[in-house]
Nanobody
Framework: QVQLVESGGGSVQAGGSLGLSCVAS????????MAWFRQAPGKEREGVAA????????YYADSVKGRFTISRDSAKNTVFLQMNSLKPEDTAMYYC?????????????????WGQGTQVTVSS
């Protein structure tokens, strides 16, 4: 059974930092992408960042470039998202997504596996 389990969400003031982790179990893949998405109330789910499993190349939404960093520990099937200089507009439920083997990192339909989400709240 495939599971993606996120941890690390919470509340922080604007300008602060948070780190998220996602542990994948039940599947292993030497290629493709894992990613973080987020969804704020009343808004569509959007891609935040993704990382290539084999080469480690990373991709970011324009809104988080320079502030967020995605990384991975392939041996532990774990993906991380370090979020710095957080803004109130970063407030959302953050989801880990796995096993994109078809392309376009920011397209949610390309990910068959999802975590349950972890809430990130940034106050001004």
């Amino acid at each position: 059974q495939v599971q993606l389990v996120e941890s690390g969400g919470g509340s922080v003031q604007a300008g602060g930092s948070l780190g998220l982790s996602c542990v994948a179990s039940g599947y292993t893949r030497s290629y493709g992408y894992m990613a973080w998405f987020r969804q704020a109330p009343g808004k569509e789910r959007e891609g935040v960042a993704a990382i290539g499993i084999s080469g480690g190349q990373s991709y970011y939404a324009d809104s988080v470039k320079g502030r967020f960093t995605i990384s991975r520990d392939s041996a532990k099937n774990t993906v991380f998202l370090q979020m710095n200089s957080l803004k109130p507009e970063d407030t959302a439920m953050y989801y880990c997504a796995g096993d994109n083997r078809v392309g376009t990192w920011s397209r949610s339909n390309n990910y068959p596996y999802w975590g349950q989400g972890t809430q990130v709240t940034v106050s001004s």
